[in-house]
């Protein structure tokens, strides 16, 4: 394990004992046996610590989503669930952690981590996109900044209602509770009006997931040079104004094999 890694387990240990203002930089250099000096070889500062951490975190979640084991034998609501069930999880195995950055968060005046929670914030509600699109399918489409809302909402609030009053939860138990609930909102759907649409919904929009899609497939792709071009050739018969649709189909079913933004592709296709 390089040192960096070292710095921020050390560092979500403290932090979570302790929390971020009664942390010291010293104590954390201690902790894994270097000198203050030395800690800022690795960060500017205890924030871009923490924007590392937080990072990490939301890497690890992400992918172990995205390689989930899904049993063929579940239902889509039931994948849903399981999806669902990791992330919920994911954020209790660090509860104490998390503890932390609900109570004692630096977010005033630190443009790098208010820029940093609105992009996790971002990432996590494609994800939710996708995973309602898939569990529901694309007649719920109109209502899908909605339904999000409604997933979102109902997860922060037993996140924060059990990890600030230290209550027990059932992560199996709230995951099918959600996946229920949004089930039964699903077929009321032809009696209802939608309440959001992708314009007014910060979080979403076709530049930032083609932003996403250009930056991982420059990370992850062995073929980048077709994959930017079909990417970008994609963004241009989007803008038009007669698209093509056998061009646009072929060409996401092309970016599709790329399996890293193989959801990015499905929202896209939803979305046009």
Do not use: C, W
Request: charged letters at 30%; proline letters at 1%.
């Amino acid at each position: 394990m390089d040192k960096k890694q070292e710095l921020m387990n050390a560092a979500v240990h403290l932090f979570s004992i302790k929390g971020f203002h009664q942390t010291s930089v010293q104590e954390i250099a201690h902790t894994v046996d270097i000198s203050k000096g030395a800690f800022y070889k690795h960060y500017d500062s205890k924030e871009s610590l923490l924007v590392s951490i937080l990072k990490r975190y939301q890497a690890e979640t992400l992918e172990g989503l995205e390689h989930l084991e899904i049993s063929e034998d579940l239902s889509p609501k039931e994948a849903f669930a399981k999806k669902l069930a990791f992330e919920l999880e994911s954020i209790l195995g660090e509860r104490d952690f998390f503890i932390m950055v609900f109570k004692d968060m630096p977010t005033d005046g630190n443009e790098q981590l208010t820029s940093l929670l609105q992009e996790m914030r971002s990432s996590s509600s494609k994800f939710h996109k996708t995973m309602l699109l898939e569990a529901f399918g694309q007649e719920i489409e109109p209502f899908l900044e909605d339904l999000t809302t409604v997933v979102e909402g109902i997860l922060k609030e037993y996140m924060i209602t059990t990890i600030l009053e230290n209550r027990q939860l059932s992560t199996d138990k709230l995951s099918r509770f959600i996946a229920s609930s949004v089930e039964a909102i699903t077929m009321q759907l032809e009696s209802m009006e939608a309440v959001f649409t992708e314009k007014s919904e910060n979080g979403f929009s076709m530049d930032s997931l083609f932003a996403d899609m250009e930056t991982k497939i420059k990370l992850y792709s062995k073929n980048t040079a077709q994959r930017l071009a079909s990417l970008d050739l994609l963004r241009q018969e989007l803008q038009q104004d007669e698209p093509r649709e056998f061009l646009i189909d072929a060409l996401a079913d092309y970016l599709s094999q790329e399996k890293q933004i193989e959801k990015e592709v499905l929202l896209l296709k939803n979305h046009r």
